[in-house]
């Protein structure tokens, strides 16, 4: 199966930086991506990593290294309206794929 | 831009009755799915549909749960009769293909509530 872990909370204020840690386990893998949620909302896609190494849109990043099982999504300046659960998941592979399996999601908090 | 849309956006309903939560999934699409999240938990698979049937179904999804695509545009998800813990916010999503690099859209989901 797959299992994704990523800390359950991180907060910070306006205009830092931030990196929500990911690492996962999985049998096969076919990258890995980030999902931004607002309370009740539904999960909105910020990146996807199939290489190793960074991806940058905008304010946001993300990092794969799939030696080490590991991924990160940075967010840089960050402003009150990031402030949110971001997940990261996989794709499932063979006979599950397409399917996407989460984390359980880190919670930030964005202070003035 | 096109998006994935659900309706109702909150359903309340009493424990046994039978629910359909609709998805219009984004036109050119071809893979739909429907995951749930329990209150403060993480977004759970249910069932993915491809080509006018279930390709892959989750534990989750046992003989209470259906899907169906009954028109060129609406995909369904019925719940024959529904327990406590079926509540939870239900999310359909499409892509337009298999392929790794191609992303999962999320509609806003449907807000369950079993009474």
């Known amino acids: 199966g797959q299992s994704l872990e990523q800390p359950s909370e991180v907060t910070a204020v306006e205009g830092a930086i931030v990196q929500i840690n990911c690492t996962y386990q999985?049998?096969?893998?076919?990258?890995l991506s980030w999902y931004q949620q607002h309370d009740g909302g539904a999960p909105t896609f910020l990146s996807y990593?199939?290489?190793?190494g960074l991806e940058e849109t905008g304010r946001f990043s993300s990092f794969l290294s799939r030696s080490d099982s590991y991924g990160y999504l940075l967010l840089q300046e960050l402003q009150m309206k990031d402030s949110a659960s971001y997940f990261c998941?996989?794709?499932?592979?063979?006979?599950?794929?397409?399917?996407?399996?989460f984390g359980r999601g880190t919670q930030l908090t964005v202070w003035p | 831009e096109p998006e994935v849309t659900q309706t109702p956006s909150h359903q309340v309903t009493q424990m046994g009755q039978e629910v359909i939560l609709r998805c219009v999934p984004i036109?050119?699409?071809?893979?739909f799915y429907w995951y749930r999240q329990i209150l403060g938990q993480k977004v759970e698979f249910l069932v993915s549909?491809?080509?006018?049937?279930?390709?892959?179904k989750s534990e989750i999804f046992d003989d209470q749960f259906s899907v169906e695509r009954p028109d060129g545009s609406n995909f369904t998800l019925k719940i024959r009769s529904t327990k406590l813990e079926d509540s939870a916010m239900y999310f359909c999503?499409?892509?337009?293909?298999?392929?790794?690099?191609?992303?999962?859209?999320f509609g806003p989901g449907t807000r369950l509530t079993v009474l």
């Open positions: 998941a996989v794709r499932g592979t063979g006979s599950t794929l397409g399917r996407l399996y």
């Open positions: 999985t049998s096969g893998f076919y990258g």
């Open positions: 990593n199939a290489l190793d």
């Open positions: 036109s050119n699409h071809l893979y």
């Open positions: 549909f491809y080509n006018n049937e279930i390709s892959e």
């Open positions: 999503a499409s892509i337009r293909t298999s392929g790794l690099g191609d992303t999962q859209y």
